[in-house]
């Protein structure tokens, strides 16, 4: 370990951090997404897409009423 250490160019006791730090198991159950989650994601994602598409419309309908009784 000391001899890699300075090999490299750091102190021991920053190698044996590194490796401590590095050499743990990642948590992966945080970053998984399954396809349950993108589906029901996907889902969410549309309905908005319909509401704003809804709302969209209902303006620019109230835009032309509007413009119309000027």
Known sequence: MAQ??????VNENTLHTWI??????????????????CYEELKRLKKEVAQLTEERD?????????KGQR
């Open 4 to 9: 890699t250490a300075r090999d490299i160019g």
């Open 58 to 66: 209902l303006l620019k309908k109230a835009a032309y009423f509007a």
């Open 20 to 37: 401590n730090k590095y050499n743990r198991p990642v948590d992966n159950i945080k970053t998984v997404r399954t396809d349950a989650h």
